[in-house]
């Protein structure tokens, strides 16, 4: 099963301040996600990566997100002016080629004060 | 579009006790379903998973069978464990490559000695 690690695993933010979320993958792979869950919500589907770009998205990804691989190993996503209903739990999950499994990190929790 | 519907829960057993989690669904075609756990303070962790009618997945003493008649994936243990205290997220992916998952809202599981 493939590793994934997240960081920071907490981050604290003010309203309005830019945040960049992290996910590391310890084996390559071509497909990356990002998800949310909104504190006793379900996880929700924000978007797709593969191959370097967005492959789909949800209606919650608006402008205000933007995803990359910066240096072909991390995975970021970025909340350039974060609003309060922004606080969540952010999961990081990659696909196997030719499996529907997906495998998530543990998570980075995101609060916006 | 894609949806998912899991039994309202906390569900509160007795350690040896019987477990069923309802999950129906709706989706066009040919999904595939999983069953997620989230352990307390952790991620999401793949427990098992089926990709065509009638299927069965199993693990860790869980099952459930793909009734596409239903249109369920209910999720059953014979004898739950303390250790078994998570909560449990259904979901489906279309079946192709690479596609997103849609969860349930997830049920939480209580088991007390």
């Known amino acids: 099963e493939p590793e994934v690690t997240q960081t920071p695993s907490h981050q604290v933010t003010q309203m309005g301040q830019e945040v960049i979320l992290r996910c590391v993958p310890i084996?390559?792979?071509?497909?990356f996600y990002w998800y949310r869950q909104i504190l006793g919500q379900k996880v929700e589907f924000l978007v797709s990566?593969?191959?370097?770009?967005?492959?789909?998205k949800s209606e919650i990804f608006d402008d205000q997100f933007s995803v990359e691989r910066p240096d072909g190993s991390n995975f970021t996503l970025k909340i350039r002016s974060t609003k309060l209903e922004d606080s969540a739990m952010y999961f990081c999950?990659?696909?196997?080629?030719?499996?529907?499994?997906?495998?998530f990190g543990p998570g980075t929790r995101l609060t916006v004060l | 579009g894609n949806s998912v519907t899991q039994m309202e829960g906390p569900v509160t057993l007795s350690e040896e006790a019987f477990l069923t989690i309802n999950c129906t669904y709706t989706?066009?075609?040919?999904?595939?379903l999983f069953w997620y756990v989230q352990y307390p303070g952790e991620g999401l962790q793949l427990l098992l998973k089926?990709?065509?009618?009638?299927d069965k997945g199993s693990n860790k003493g869980f099952e459930a069978t793909y009734r596409k008649e239903t249109t369920s994936f209910h999720l059953e243990k014979g004898s739950v464990q303390v250790s078994d205290s998570a909560v449990y997220f259904c979901?489906?992916?279309?079946?192709?490559?690479?596609?997103?998952?849609?969860f349930g809202k997830g049920t939480m599981l209580l088991v007390s000695p």
């Open positions: 989706a066009t075609g040919y999904p595939s």
């Open positions: 089926a990709t065509k009618a009638d």
């Open positions: 979901a489906l992916s279309r079946n192709s490559g690479y596609s997103t998952l849609t």
């Open positions: 084996s390559n792979h071509l497909y």
């Open positions: 999950a990659l696909g196997i080629a030719g499996f529907n499994e997906q495998f």
């Open positions: 990566f593969y191959n370097n770009e967005i492959s789909e």
